[in-house]
């Protein structure tokens, strides 16, 4: 018996972001060129495998490089940002969720909690998720196996039995 295979994928990418606070006054809270970030569920033969990947390339935080090449981030890679003078705020790089059947992915997650830049109060709270892709395989998990020797004996116990009577009757026709 062949086996079989399902997959599912989505891929994202975003060019050019740039985040300011504060307007013209403060520098660049976060910037970056490229990102590129991919989602994938697949099964063959009843095993899932869920993968996720993102890829930045010239990550700033108030005009401190982070990343400067296209490179694979680990995922839920945490950047403390008090050590940029930011504080109540996280900034998590390939974030990314798993169930039983399917993956998120969120290649950038900026938390800010009333944050405070550089000891300026910014009164700002949200959560900022740039590039989202989330594949997920749905009904691909049913095993097509038959798991009970039983049902298996009544089948082939079935078949030999409508072989004996077709058989039996083509001999009567002649």
Not at 6 to 26: D, H, P, R
Not at 39 to 54: C, E, M, P, W
Not at 137 to 154: E, G, M
Request: glycine share 8%; charged share 10%.
């Amino acid at each position: 018996m062949a086996g079989q295979t399902y997959s599912a994928q989505a891929t994202s990418m975003v060019s050019g972001f740039n985040f300011k606070m504060l307007g013209q006054s403060l520098a660049d809270v976060l910037d970056f060129s490229t990102m590129t970030l991919n989602a994938s569920a697949i099964n063959i033969n009843g095993h899932l495998a869920l993968n996720g990947n993102t890829a930045i390339e010239n990550v700033n935080v108030l005009g401190h490089a982070l990343i400067n090449s296209m490179a694979p981030i680990a995922p839920n890679t945490i950047i403390d940002l008090s050590t940029f003078g930011i504080t109540n705020a996280s900034l998590i790089l390939n974030e990314q969720f798993q169930t039983a059947d399917s993956i998120t992915v969120n290649a950038l997650d900026l938390k800010l909690n009333g944050s405070s830049i550089m000891g300026l109060p910014t009164l700002i709270s949200g959560d900022l998720i740039l590039g989202h892709s989330m594949a997920q395989l749905v009904n691909s998990l049913a095993s097509t196996t038959i798991d009970n020797p039983s049902v298996l004996l009544l089948f082939s116990t079935g078949l030999i039995i409508l072989g004996i009577v077709t058989n039996s009757n083509r001999r009567n026709q002649k």
